[in-house]
């Protein structure tokens, strides 16, 4: 028997502002909703209170937002799948986003402990117009800690139904993904940073937040484990592999700073919780 949280979040604009609405069942919540950019921008902080899942745990989150909304997501710590005896612990998102709308999902690394068995899938609609920056950063294990990734595996997926589909599973015996120059080339941190759209951007566009990535990845100490692409005419995403969490973020963060003048001319305004 595990725990269940769930939390349902609707963003809706009303004049200026966009107005967030949230419900929650179980040992997931909202921590604060603040406004550092104005009432058109909603920063959210979400919080798990246990502090991790163990296995049989599920956690799924519900984002929908109306025309004209913008929010933004983050959490004020790492995410953790700690060690289970053979049930999965299961985190799922799904996002429904209408048309003029914005989403950054931006939460803090999550660490996979040695002998979990964790899931974790995104899942986002969006209609013609809206649009979505986020990003996915694991940590394997606690290397830093001398505790590594020995056993468990971790489930993974980020789909943008018809359009963009990474799923993959990390098994701890699979020494050929986790060591070999083709896989993870023996780095325990990794991260996806994605801008999406629900249409198809224009070239110009296009090349133009794939040249913002890749001016911030030159001179970087992840400079040559680092890449930008566009799968499709509407994604444009930043992998990168790490030995530590904090350059991978550090990169990520400028990334999104970026994309963000580019895309929507607004300035890089990172979460308050991340200087606190």
């Not at 999550?110 to 995104?122: F, K, R, V």
């Not at 566009?230 to 991978?248: C, I, K, T, W």
Request: glycine letters at 10%.
């Amino acid at each position: 028997m595990g725990w269940h949280g769930h939390l349902t979040l609707d963003y809706r604009r009303d004049g200026d502002t966009t107005q967030a609405h949230d419900r929650h069942d179980g040992p997931l919540r909202v921590l604060q909703r603040l406004y550092p950019e104005g009432p058109g921008i909603c920063h959210h902080v979400l919080v798990h209170p246990p502090g991790g899942m163990v296995g049989g745990d599920t956690l799924d989150i519900d984002v929908s937002l109306a025309e004209g909304a913008h929010a933004v997501i983050t959490t004020p710590g790492a995410a953790r799948f700690y060690r289970s005896s053979g049930a999965a612990a299961v985190q799922r998102l799904r996002v429904r986003a209408a048309a003029g709308t914005r989403l950054e999902w931006l939460p803090l690394e999550t660490i996979a402990y040695s002998g979990c068995e964790g899931e974790n899938l995104l899942r986002f609609e969006l209609e013609p117009g809206a649009e979505t920056i986020g990003w996915d950063v694991l940590a394997l294990g606690l290397p830093a800690a001398d505790q590594p990734f020995e056993r468990g595996r971790y489930l993974q997926s980020i789909e943008l139904p018809g359009r963009w589909l990474e799923r993959g599973m990390i098994a701890a015996d699979d020494h050929s993904l986790l060591d070999s120059p083709l896989g993870l080339a023996g780095h325990r941190v990794m991260g996806t940073l994605w801008l999406a759209a629900g249409h198809a951007m224009t070239d110009a566009r296009r090349d133009e937040l794939l040249d913002a990535a890749r001016a911030a990845c030159e001179g970087h100490e992840l400079a040559r484990s680092a890449g930008a692409t566009a799968p499709h005419d509407e994604v444009v995403v930043l992998r990168a592999l790490a030995p530590r969490v904090e350059p991978l973020m550090a990169l990520f963060k400028d990334v999104r700073n970026r994309w963000r003048r580019v895309a929507w001319g607004l300035d890089g305004v990172q979460p308050r919780i991340w200087t606190t």
